[in-house]
């Protein structure tokens, strides 16, 4: 079998959507499939001028902002080309992960497996950059995406909350929609003791680039108060810089999990951390959690977006919900520091998880049940 894989970059590019892009192609390759790039499609100049004109007549009129993403210009534009590139070619199968707008009026015969971490519509203002749009844009967007998943013969979604939404907001058909979780993008242990000590003070691990967003504050506040009520605890800071002064606060502001040594500070890290804190404001599927889960690393985060479908509240980890104040974190994180058996039994828990379900050898194994069965 022949697989088109569509992507903005090079398959074996290990930075595209954080990893991801090449653990699939990984997993696909090792399945035995042949697997060719269909490189991303795009607007030329003249049609890019289009789309802006468009979008500032959009504002004019509306006074609101147009999604230059997702919309009926630029979608059918895209169908066309990658119609007549798929004419020069012979697939059996074409593999489109995320890419709904450049696929949602191609022509062709061949099956598509779409696969994506949401709904496009679920981020209408949930992510900023999918924000402030006007009703004409957003009923674009969505009708966009109401096609791209009746032309799939399969749509694949990252967890239960993008799945069921597909089905129940846009009716697709239920045995046309599969969740197959995401596994860790880099290397976990083989072997782990949860008997060994991690030493006595309790480290908290914020593993985020954008502070912002994964409410890196409101991590700082938490343990700040856990501090300040005598716990032996610190903060572990990765990827992004809030130039904070306290004494039980570490930060990195940047480790490239591409570049072998920092990659081996960022395991290191994980091993000697007590949990992963990242109170998210939004997020679809956090790879991290993943990660975290395969090194047994109970999650405190929020109940939103696809989160729960990588961390189990109460069992792997601590998911509060959306408006909890730092407080809140603290008085349920204090509650597990009061017995190092419940830390035990949560990161034995998380581990089970991992090798479970979020591991990319599960998704692997299921996604070839997909293909064979359809």
Known sequence: MKIGFYSSMPLDNKANWSGTMFKMYEQILLLGYEVEWIPQQLLNENEIAKLNKIHQLFYKIFNRGYNTKVNFFSSKKLGKKITNLLKTKKFD???????????AFVNTDTPIIYLNDANVAQLLNYYPYYSGFGWLSKWETKRIEKRMLEKSSINI????????????????????????????????????????????????????????????????????????????????????????????VNIIPYLNKNFPDDLAKIQTHLLQSHFLLVPTKADCTPIAFC??????????????????????????????????????????????????????????????????????QVWRQRLEQIIIKH
């Open 93 to 103: 199968l074409l593999f489109v992960p995320t890419y709904l707008n450049d696929f």
């Open 157 to 248: 979604f990252s967890s239960e909350w993008a799945a069921n939404y597909a089905v129940n907001h846009y009716g697709i058909n239920h045995d046309k929609v599969k969740v197959l979780k995401f596994g860790a993008n880099l290397a976990v242990p083989d072997f782990l003791n949860f008997n060994e000590s991690k030493g006595e003070d309790i480290v908290f691990l914020f593993l985020a680039v954008d502070w912002e967003r994964k409410r890196g504050n409101l991590a700082y506040e938490a343990v700040k108060i856990l501090h300040q009520k005598g716990y032996s605890v610190k903060l572990q800071i990765i990827g992004c810089n809030p130039k904070i002064q306290d004494e039980w």
């Open 291 to 360: 990660e975290a889960a395969g090194y047994g690393l109970p999650v405190i985060s929020t109940d939103t977006g696809g989160v729960s479908a990588h961390v189990e509240n109460g069992k792997t980890g601590l998911l509060l919900p959306q408006n909890s104040s730092p407080e809140d974190y603290a008085d349920a994180i204090e509650n597990i520091l009061t017995s190092k058996e419940k830390i035990k039994a949560m990161s034995i828990a998380s581990r089970e998880k991992y090798i479970q379900e979020l591991n990319w």
